[in-house]
């Protein structure tokens, strides 16, 4: 049974098959006959709020073929204590495929364990996966590849979606520096599982000179909201603006997996001039994770 929980349990030539099939649904999207999902069910399950995550899976199950509920946790009965694993066995019986965005990354490798159908981690207080897929599908056409190319995330490096960038970053061997505050390094065991591709650092403009993307996160993410005043105090310095931009490569991208905070940890200015490359790599959600899906059930 496969699952999609976490960059580090992908396997290279996974990724690239992913990669590849994303590109082609997205070329094909208006003609292809591709139905991998026909005859299923699959069940979302949100624990958070979503708009991109949501919206692309409802419409990338349909796209595949298949049908899609969607079930916020406290309306169900996990709301009220029913615990995870009871929850997985019921709708494993049901339904044909999981997606699940919540707090605990323990319960989606729970619910992955005891379904036994194939289970989508569409975030977690840990990872975020599925937005490094299209990221990646994004700074492919972008930039041509992945190889050799140096990403800088900055804010927030203990985030879920720094996280995945470093997995992915260990897995592809492409140069990844993380440029936050100290308080917000990634966790001293991930960090220990990297090589020399993968720098921390508090000092932004030395991580930023010679990068070829440039790509933020929210300072307060979903769960965070009662640290959000000393987080804001913290974060301030590590706004990706213009002239932050200037420092980079000729042509740098500007990536944000959005939702952005204009003036928090985008400038209004930079997100506008980059807005085509920000909102293909939204659309790319979609192509992804139709590719992750089709993966998943092949
Ligand atoms: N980037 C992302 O996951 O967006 P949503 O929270 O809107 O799903
Ligand atoms: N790190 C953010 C990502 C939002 C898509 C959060 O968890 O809220």
Redesign the pocket.
């Known amino acids: 049974m496969k699952h999609f929980l976490s960059l580090e349990e992908q396997r290279i030539e996974d990724f690239e098959a992913i990669l590849d099939l994303a590109d082609k649904l997205k070329a094909e999207r208006t003609n292809t006959t591709f139905r991998p999902l026909a005859n299923q069910t699959w069940a979302m399950i949100f624990s958070?709020?979503?708009?991109?995550?949501?919206?692309?899976f409802e419409v990338g199950v349909r796209e595949l073929g298949g049908q899609v509920i969607f079930l916020t946790a406290n309306d169900m009965q996990l709301g009220r204590g029913e615990p995870i694993k009871d929850t997985a066995r019921v709708l494993g019986r049901m339904v044909h495929g999981a997606i699940i965005?919540t707090y605990a990354h323990q319960d989606v490798l729970d619910f992955a364990a005891y379904s036994m159908i194939p289970t989508v981690n569409?975030?977690t207080d840990y990872a975020?996966p599925?937005?490094i897929v299209a990221d990646l599908m994004t700074i492919r056409e972008k930039l041509g590849c992945i190889k050799g190319k140096v990403v800088t995330f900055v804010g927030d490096g203990a985030c879920n979606?720094a996280t995945s960038w470093v997995f992915a970053s260990i897995k592809l061997g492409f140069e990844l520096r993380i440029a936050s505050p100290k308080a917000f390094f990634p966790a001293k065991g991930l960090i220990e599982k990297t090589g020399s591709n993968v720098t921390v650092t508090q000092d932004l403009e030395a991580a930023v000179e010679g990068s070829d993307v440039l790509y933020t996160?929210v300072w307060v993410s979903?769960g965070k909201e009662e640290e959000s005043k000393s987080r804001l105090e913290m974060f301030k310095g590590y706004q990706i603006n213009t002239p932050l931009m200037a420092k980079a490569n000729p042509d740098a991208l500007l990536m944000h997996?959005?939702?952005a905070y204009r003036g928090k940890e985008v400038s209004e200015e930079a997100l506008e001039e980059h807005a085509a490359t920000i909102f293909d790599q939204?659309e790319n959600?979609l192509h992804a994770q139709k590719a992750i899906m089709s993966w998943l059930v092949e």
Do not use: G, N
């Not at 958070?48 to 692309?56: C, E, I, Q």
């Open positions: 958070k709020s979503s708009t991109r995550t949501r919206v692309s965005r569409a975030l975020h599925c937005q979606v996160d979903m997996c959005l939702p939204a959600r």
